[in-house]
């Protein structure tokens, strides 16, 4: 998908976002050859806290997505709804003034 303007669509960014931790899940599994063990846990403890962060965040935005499409459908369908009702009652006005007529 083109990226345009605004760097693409949520579900995009959730992709990079998960392509990304997934290639730093190996990276993060690597590291107790090369450093020490209380550094690759501070290094686990920050990659948990993004994600605890990163998650909740994309779930309010496909919240608000989702509940914005949910209002404009409503707003659409009681739009018609009213519309409907107008149109039957100036029929109903105008057979009621036919029959009214000599």
Do not use: N
Not at 74 to 94: I, N, P
Request: aromatic share 6%.
């Amino acid at each position: 998908m083109p990226r345009g303007r605004h760097g693409g669509s949520i579900a995009d960014g959730m992709r990079r976002r998960g392509l990304r931790i997934a290639l730093a899940l190996p990276l993060v599994a690597l590291m107790p050859f090369a450093l020490k063990q209380y550094v690759v846990q501070e290094y686990l403890v920050v990659l948990i806290a993004i994600v605890f962060v990163c998650v909740p965040v994309l779930l309010v935005l496909v919240a608000f997505v989702l509940l914005q499409e949910g209002l404009r459908r409503t707003q659409l369908g009681l739009k018609a709804s009213v519309m409907h009702l107008a149109v039957w009652g100036h029929l109903h006005l105008r057979a009621s003034r036919l029959r009214g007529r000599p």
